[in-house]
Every structure is written in structure tokens, then in C-alpha cells.
């Protein structure tokens, strides 16, 4: 499932990410320098300028870059990357300027605060040397735009992005198809941008530098409430609990792709081939659950996609169901005008941007969403997940322009993914899309817990690596000439994952990621699985739920709706410890109530896999 609403590179100041969608590059400061008092007075003065140009200019650069997402052009590529190139040149401003007052005495808590959004914020940095800014925009948006028009083969014909991704996921497929979609992808998409993606990180690390920082990578860390060191322990940490439940899984889906394809295909040791697991990268598996599914529990009895084309729902009734959810926690109707402007189908007389995102576009009323939806589950469920971002979006929108964000980056993808969780089959049922009579009985709850584990669990070590392989880009450790061993070698390392062919020295596969061209942190993603079993677990306490965690559906409870938005509203303006101990009661981020929602499977998988090689 393409969980892939992602701060608006354009606007990705952590003060100004108004659309969770992802676009060309980042923004900050006004065309001739502000001169305030050097006074913790005129700081704040600074400020208030600082969010008042940003406003003005975010609601513009949104607008362009919406056209651009959903009508790729040689033209709208040139105004994404012009209004883009201003945004980076404001950005680069405002933060060198915000330095300067962030180390005078006796600023206000609040004024400190957008200081260091000002100055940590900026997804891609610009120097401030002439035509920098235009040069890593033009770059960036060259990058996002050729991973939109990319194309694949499958049995030597030419497929596009979004329907190579459906048949990664159908089982029909011989290895061999799935080889080559597998390779002409990574091979077509990604090997033509190594060039300019170095530059581009070599323009941003100028930009870093001027800020004072050792790299773009460290700058990125920065953003979290705590010191660069701190974030990457915590992360680690976090993994480190996750670890046991991800191998046991890793061995289980191991063993049963070798029952299905033979030691020829796929080895009862060591690392699974990238290509059989359902997936373009092998970041979520729950398209070959049917695979590994555990007999007699495996078959759960519904399928959703299968449910929504018994009824045939369209791609509209299936967003109407999504904002229903929320509407059942209290939560107000979405706008008229979101209907009118969000693109929920793939026209079929132009190249857009496929990848599921979230927008803001006037920092206020203006949500929308973006997306290729096909009547399938997996877009039921990216449907409540992106429509997550858009009740947040509107949540915080009275705050002001610098805390109009969530409360870190992980909050943002981690509302709609714990709503996502409450897709039970109670609330099919609630709903009207399952027959009470056809709810699995509780001997299919194994079968019920890997199906969710195959996206969730399966996911974490990608959520990690992906900014990992950056982090080491920006720092230097790995060069140009290594981009893709690395890659690979992080896959390997963390996921134990390998090609399904041999790679040349010149691919460069972390480009066929759309994040990676796209410019999108990715930390987010893996904050967002850990996240988002707390906040389920909260809410189902709230509800005052009694059994297994994951049978829990809060749908329709006006109490979880009301503690939720406490936590919503606050955007940006507290860290997010703060945030997180209004809706859950602890500031401690904790992998435990993941493990607690997947308890029993691990009690099972470890019986499954006794006797058999675990690891890589």
C-alpha cells in the first residue's frame, strides 16, 4: 500500500509544510534582508515578518506546485521550479537571519521556538551563492518529474509506474516477469539521475554549511526536540526492540517462498529475493500474504477490495466512506471545495504525479487530497490514511503559520495509519461492507495478525534504511561511485534483501524510490509505525475496549474524537512529547504497544519457525 503523503518540498520549512504532498524543493525569507534590532524585541519582530511572507508565499508556491503534480509539462516543470527557487532563496535568508537572533538573551519561549524551526527546517538548503537556489531546484524538480513519467517493462512492453506497482503485487507472475519489472525499473528510473542527484547534494551541503551544520543529514535530525545524537539513539533503539518480531517474520516468509518457488528461485537460507515479495521495494509484503497465509486461519474470509466491487463502490464512495470514519469520532464534514479540487482518479489525458498525497493549499480551508485510486484495499486503507493528514491539517490551522505542521513529521503520517488500524471487521460490518455472519471468528486471528503484520512489521527496517543511505550521502561516507553498493548493502544488512539480479556499477536503485528523488525525509515513516500503536492503544483505552488490542475499533466514539483533536490542534506548537502525553499519557515514544498488538503472532511464528535458520 503506498503510504505516501509527504511534506511539500517546496514549503518544507518545519514552520511551513501546509501539504503533505510531495513536491519539488524547500523555503524561507523576504526579497531584500529584514533589518530588526538585534533586542530579543526586534527578534520577535522578525518573526512576525518572517510568518507573514511565508504565509503569502506558501499558499502561491501550493498552488503552482499542485499544478504540477496533477498536469506534468515542460511548462509547469519550469514555473514548479522557478517558484521553488524563490522559496529556497527565502528559506536560506530567513534561516541565516534566524541564527543570528537565536543566541540572543532573553527571547520568548515561543519566539525561540520558531527561531530554531526557521533555522533547522529547510529539507534542501541553497547557498547563498547566485543562482544556487535556481540551479537545486531545477534539479529537484527535473528528479521528481522523471520518476513521474518512468516507465517499466513486462514482458518487453512498456508499463507506467502506477500499474507496474499492481502487478509487483499480482501473484500470477512468474519470477521471471517479476525479475525484469523488477530490474527495468530500477535500471530506467533510477539509473538516469545519479548525475544530478549528486550535484543536488552537493549544492545542499553548501547550503547546510552556511547554517552552521556538519551536513544536510544533520540538519534533518535536528528537527526533533532533541540533539541529532539523541534522535539517531532513539531511532535505533526503537529498532532494536521491533528487531525480534521483524526476523521471526523474515524466517517464516522465507521458508514458505521457498515452498512455493524451490531453492533455485528462493534459498531456505539467507536473504530473500527482492522481486517475490510483492512489492517494487520490498517494503511492505501483504500482497503475497496468500503465500504464507497459515492453513484454515489463513483465509479470513473477506477480501476488502473484493467487498467494495461486490457493492460497486467507486474511488468518490470510497473517500465519502474514509471521511465517514472521522466523522463518527466527532470531527466536522470535509469542505465542499474538497470535492470540487482533490484528484482522487488518474486522468486519462496527462501525466500526473501518481503517489498518494495530502494538501493544504491555503494554509486554512483549502484540503485536498491526490491520487490514482483503484478499487482495491490497499487504497481503501491509504484513503483513511491520507485523509488523516487533512483533519490535521485543518486542526491546526488557527495556529499560527509556524506551528501550522504536526507535531513532528512522524505525527503527520501516524494519525491516519492509527485510524487505518481500526479497519477491523467489526467496523466493516459497522459500515455496511461485511455481512455480520462472515466476521472471522477468533481462530483467525493468526491470520488476521500477519496479514497486518506483512505491511507493518515487514515495513521498519526500510522506514529506517532509506534516510540511513541519505544520512551517509550528506556526511560523505558514501560517494557517488558507491550510491548503489550501499543501497544495497543497507537492504541486506537491515531488511535481508537482495536483488533478484546483478547490479552494474552505474545503477543507482534508491532513485526508483520515489522518496529519494522527491526529497522527502523518510524517518517519518518509521517514526510513524511505532507511533501509531500508541495512539491505537490509547484510543482503544479510551473506548474502554476489553480484549485483544488488535480487535479494537473506535469507530464512532465522540470521546476518542475530542482527545484526539486536543492533540491535533496543537500542531507545531509543543514538542512533541508534550503532544503525545495529551492523547496518550506518556512523552515516551515506545515500540510496546506494537509488540502488545503483535504478541500472539510472535507466540506463533516463533513455533512455526522452530528448527528452521533465523537471520541473514
Known sequence: MKHASVALAALAVALAAPAYAQDAAPVAAPATALAYPMTAAGAAQFVAAAEKDLFDY?????RVNWVNATYITHDTDALASQINAVGTEKSVRYALEAARYAALPGLDADVKRKLDMLRNGIVLPAPTTPGAATELNTIATNLQSQYGKGKGTLNGKEINGSDIEAEMGNLERTPAELSEMWASWHTNVGAPMKDDYARMVEIANDGAAELGFADTGAMWRSGYDMSPAEFTAMTERLWQETRPLYE?????????????????????????????????????????????????????????????KAQGKTPLDMVKIGEGFYSSLGFEPLPQTFWERSMFVKPADREVVCHASAWNVDNKDDIRIKMCTKVNGDDFITIHHELGHNYYQRAYNGQSLAYLNGANDGFHEAIGDFVALSITPQYLVDIGLLDKSKVPSADKDTGLLLRQAMDKVAFLPFGLLVDKWRW?????????????????????????????????????????????????????YFLARILQFQFYQAACEQAGWKGPLHRCSFYGNKEVGQKLNAMLEMGASKPWPDALKVFTGTSEMSAKPMLEYFAPLKKWLDQQNKGKPTGW
Open 58 to 62: 506558501t499558499v502561491e508556491a501550493s
Open 248 to 308: 521471526a517474520l523474515h524466517t517464516y516468509v522465507r521458508w514458505k517462498l521457498n515452498e512455493k518457488y524451490g531453492d533455485a528461485v528462493q534459498s531456505k537460507t539467507g536473504p530473500i529475493r527482492a522481486d517475490l515479495l510483492g512489492n517494487m521495494w520490498a517494503q511492505e509484503w501483504g500482497n503475497i500474504y496468500p503465500l504464507v497465509a497459515p492453513a484454515g486461519a489463513g483465509d479470513v474470509g473477506y477480501d476488502i477490495g473484493e467487498l467494495l
Open 472 to 524: 551517509g550521502v550528506f556526511d560523505g561516507s558514501i560517494t557517488p561511485a558507491t550510491y548503489n553498493q550501499a543501497w544495497v548493502d543497507l537492504k541486506k544488512q537491515y531488511q535481508g534483501i537482495v536483488p533478484p539480479v546483478e547490479r552494474p556499477a552505474n545503477a543507482f536503485d534508491p532513485g526508483a524510490k520515489f522518496h529519494i528523488p522527491g526529497n522527502t525525509p523518510y524517518t517519518r
